[in-house]
């Protein structure tokens, strides 16, 4: 996407703070897509040449997992955004790499490590809200309605956009 992202464009967190969700991006404060996050928290990136390359798979898990643990335990359902970008050239070892192993395969092994970190966290929350983010998400576009009911009806009858609803959430 060239350019800024317009104000017309409302983002997943914007939609999801409006229905009294608790949202953190990590990392990528400024970047157009991260627009509308009541949380920003940054972490240590790139290091420098003097310093060597930093771990930064590990920087940001290690200011993503307190960041989780602080919005599971509100009573609030929460929207953490989090890009795991450990696959990125040059590929260096990892903690886990044995000598001569294949790199690419230990850095994919590694940051599926990594990121399983995070979905054990969530998953303690994951079943009590995932109804909530479809409900909320689909009527913010459109999809659906709640006509003076507690149940969700769809709005239109296109079977594929209700389809992709249901994949992205669940």
Known sequence: HPGPLGDHVKTLAEVLGEEDYNTTCVGFAGNPASRGFQNYVDFKGWGSF????SRKAENLNDVAIPELKRLAGEDKPFFLYYSMSHIHSPI???????????????????????????????????????GKIHASWSRAIGLSSRR???????????????????????
């Open 50 to 53: 003097e310093e060597g390359r």
């Open 92 to 130: 260096v070892d990892t903690p886990d790499s044995k000598p001569g192993g294949d790199r690419y395969a230990e850095n994919i092994a590694y940051m599926d490590k990594l990121v399983g970190k995070l979905v054990e966290l969530a998953l303690a929350r994951h079943e009590q809200h995932v």
């Open 148 to 170: 003076l009911s507690r149940r969700t009806r769809y709005a239109p009858n296109d079977r594929l956009l209700k389809s992709i609803v249901v994949a992205v959430v669940g």
